[in-house]
């Protein structure tokens, strides 16, 4: 018995420091966010700020283009988020529910894709996109996250979960595909489509590489890149950026506060993403 | 084989389901794939004239020493990324895979740097690791070492301090793939191995590991993937610097393609990328295919 105790105080402390390691950065961006600039890096550090300077967050907004920012993002990530969710859950249900020639050696191609990494096609995509005369738009982005092959894959996943009888029973009822689709596996599918959706609004509001590529007008940046840009102008005002990175992270806590277990089912039942 | 009405039938519905995606997949994906093998052989520049210039490319690339310093220093990244994130994230799973008060919120916690913004987390990075003022050194020479790296400003610690970043950042995602796998392990072979004598260690090595041998393997195959591709982490924290020390091979196509507007070269480098990272998955295939006979 104490023998037990002693090795849960001992967990404990280990949990406790992995956790610290862990939020360290997050709570030294949130507390220098608050800081006047002068006392961002002090010797001995300031643990917590001497007065709080709310107005940092003002600041940043009157200081750059924040608000534009924000709105692309929002506009981007809700817009590949929809279009992401209705093609892939649609395509999965042909993957998964309807038999014909030719559909295992499609999918395939598209669990090929998810192993090759964007980072080797995006010269030819680049090449293609601005022959198409998309680059420098918001649509470039779009079409580049919205019809990935994750989102399929990972509703395919779940609807293999859904017993074979059920469609049975619904066709032998007169229902059309669509009508299955519809009525009965979509309804069923809330838990995947919410970890889908989840995923691919998280990536997309962060994913920085699309938008430094695709987007070089200003009033087109996203918060990530424009972030960037401000901090290449403005490299000394370390308390602005620090405003600026918690707002540009605090969307995403709060979406992540609230969906924690459809991320978690989302990353287990597929492990794949990034 | 005769095709019947209803195959006909069921084919043209699966193609309806499938096509939205398809479409934009197929555009997206699949023609810059094949693409880019035209595009390596030719120089391409910005003004789109495209002249094939057949194994020029491979050649100029194979005299590349900048190329040959970024495939280097991404294996660097590799060799030493996958090992210890490896580690802490079996680490993190093991210590959180019980029933305890707040368990869950320490989930939450290893698990939040991997979605937060990368722009963010290397700037606050970068500010920690900072050579004078940073907390880091002010801790390293509070406990008596005199003078601690220059860590992103220093040529031999900018690599250290990237892949440290970039474990802590990735750390929790592969723990939650843990977790799972270590769920797939019957208790009764815990209890067995107690009956038996086995003490923790010797649970651990004999029925944890082998249990958890799945999942590792194919948690390697997506780290080495991922730390082949590397680039927004490295672009952020150091730009590849100082000097060549942190250049990466996904840095270089980058650098070549979108800032000199070598379209042509940029692609064969990417061919590189795109090999070793098909070469990984095919070595993943033909295992899976082992182990599922």
């Known amino acids: 018995m104490k023998r037990n105790t002693a090795g849960r105080v001992l967990l404990y402390a280990g949990l406790i420091i992995a956790a610290a390691a862990l939020l360290l950065p997050f709570y030294w961006m949130v507390s220098s966010s608050l800081k006047a600039n002068n006392d961002v890096f002090t010797i001995p550090l300031k643990w917590v700020p001497d007065t709080f300077m709310w107005r940092n967050y003002g600041d940043i907004f009157a200081k750059s283009g924040m608000t534009t920012w924000l709105t692309n993002t929002l506009t981007l990530s809700v817009t590949v988020t929809l279009l992401q969710v209705l093609t892939g859950s649609f395509a999965a249900y042909g993957f998964s529910k309807v038999r014909f020639r030719g559909r295992n050696v499609l999918f395939l191609a598209y669990i090929a894709t998810i192993a090759v990494p964007w980072q080797s096609y995006m010269i030819p995509q680049f090449i293609l996109m601005s022959k198409l005369h998309l680059s420098n738009t918001l649509f470039s982005i779009i079409a580049l996250q919205a019809f990935g092959a994750f989102g399929v894959f990972l509703m395919k996943q779940f609807y293999e979960t859904i017993p074979e009888e059920l469609s049975e029973a619904a066709r032998l009822d007169g229902l059309s595909e669509y009508g299955i689709y519809w009525r009965i596996i979509l309804p069923l599918s809330k838990p995947a489509i919410a970890s889908l959706s989840l995923l691919t609004f998280v990536s997309t509001w962060n994913d920085y590489l699309g938008p430094l590529i695709y987007l070089r007008k200003p009033d087109l940046w996203t918060v990530q890149l424009g972030l960037r840009t401000f901090i290449s102008q403005y490299n000394a005002e370390y308390a602005l950026i620090m405003a600026g990175s918690v707002l540009s992270v605090l969307p995403i806590a709060i979406v992540f506060l609230f969906g924690q277990r459809y991320f978690v089912e989302g990353i287990t039942s597929t492990g794949l993403k990034g | ?293």
């Open chain 2, 1 to 293: 084989m005769a095709t019947t009405p209803l195959k006909r039938r069921n084919a043209l519905v699966g193609w309806s389901f499938i096509l939205p995606n398809f479409a934009g997949f197929a555009a997206l994906t699949l023609a810059p794939v094949i693409v880019l093998f035209y595009v390596a052989f030719t120089s391409w520049n910005v003004f789109g004239k495209a002249r094939w210039t057949g194994t020029a490319n491979f050649i100029r690339m194979w005299h590349d020493a900048s190329f040959w310093t970024a495939l280097t220093n991404t294996l660097y990244y590799t060799s030493l990324h996958i090992p210890l994130t490896l580690s802490a994230s079996l680490g993190l799973a093991l210590l959180l895979n019980r029933s305890l008060r707040g368990v869950a919120f320490f989930r939450t916690a290893a698990f939040f740097p991997y979605i937060t913004s990368m722009v963010a987390l290397t700037y606050v990075w970068n500010m920690l690791f900072s050579p004078d003022y940073g907390p880091i050194n002010s801790f390293l020479r509070f406990i008596g070492i005199a003078n601690p790296p220059g860590w992103t400003t220093s040529a031999d610690w900018s690599m250290p301090a990237v892949i440290f970043v970039g474990t802590w950042r990735e750390m929790g995602y592969y723990m939650l793939l843990f977790l799972a796998g270590l769920q797939t392990i019957p208790a009764q072979l815990y209890e067995a191995a107690r009956v038996d004598g086995a003490n923790p260690w010797q649970r651990f090595l004999f029925v944890t590991l082998p249990g958890l041998r799945h999942t590792t393997f194919f948690v390697v195959v997506i780290m080495t993937i991922g730390s082949f591709k590397v680039f927004d982490l490295i672009l952020l924290m150091t730009e590849g610097g100082p000097g060549q020390s942190t250049l990466v091979l996904s840095q270089y196509i980058y650098q070549k393609g979108f800032v000199e507007n070598q379209f042509g070269y940029a692609s064969a480098v990417s061919i590189v990328l795109f090999a070793i990272c098909c070469l990984v998955t095919i070595f993943q295939y033909f295992v899976n295919r082992r182990w599922n006979d």
